[in-house]
């Protein structure tokens, strides 16, 4: 089975532009969750979507917003960019049921200048 | 609260063991993880532990939970420099039918020749 994939891989964005990242989930996992990684606050959870519908959030501004399509492919957006955004965003991948393991992928790695 | 701690770094001498500790708050944790990320990577899921168990071994890998303490640990056997890495503690805090993982800060393994 393929893992999780995510694109881009790598993005530079400057200050005020908005960004789309998105997550394909392992085939059959219909929960994807996006988490956020800085060297200073570390592995943040952003938000979990399952079966199209946001089930979690974290405590994260409304400039982050995310969805998931009925394929279970997902993006997320980051409006109004900041330079605090810079970060490695990473996108995981479950089940959804009572299976609740999380796979990740290799991550997009953002760049606001 | 939500809360992961971990030790910030390691290092042991390449075929020593090396032992990765943590401690979590939240009690009604499920399932407990160890997730590895190599520089420039996503997080690799190692092996994982459910709440009602005390001990998991996976090849070179030992997990000892003290639900008690709410401290976890990971032993890596017979440790090799491909096991030089940041390695991640993580809990599952469920929520409802939800969950999300709270992550400790990483440790960061140095393995010696």
Redesign the interface.
Known sequence: KAGVTQTPRYLIKTRGQQVTLSCSPISGHRSVSWYQQTPGQGLQFLFEYFSETQRNKGNFPGRFSGRQFSNSRSEMNVSTLELGDSALYLCASSLGDTQETQYFGPGTRLLVL | GEDVEQSLFLSVREGDSSVINCTYTDSSS??L?W?KQEPG?????LT?IFSNMDMKQDQRLTVLLNKKDKHLSLRIADTQTGDSAIY?C?E?I??G??????????TTLQVKP
Not at chain 2, 41 to 45: F, N
Not at chain 2, 97 to 106: D, E, R, S, V
């Open positions: 499920t399932y993880y997730y990577a996503g997080l690799q899921l994982y991640f993580a599952s469920r929520s039918n939800t969950g999300k993982l709270i992550f400790g800060q990483g």
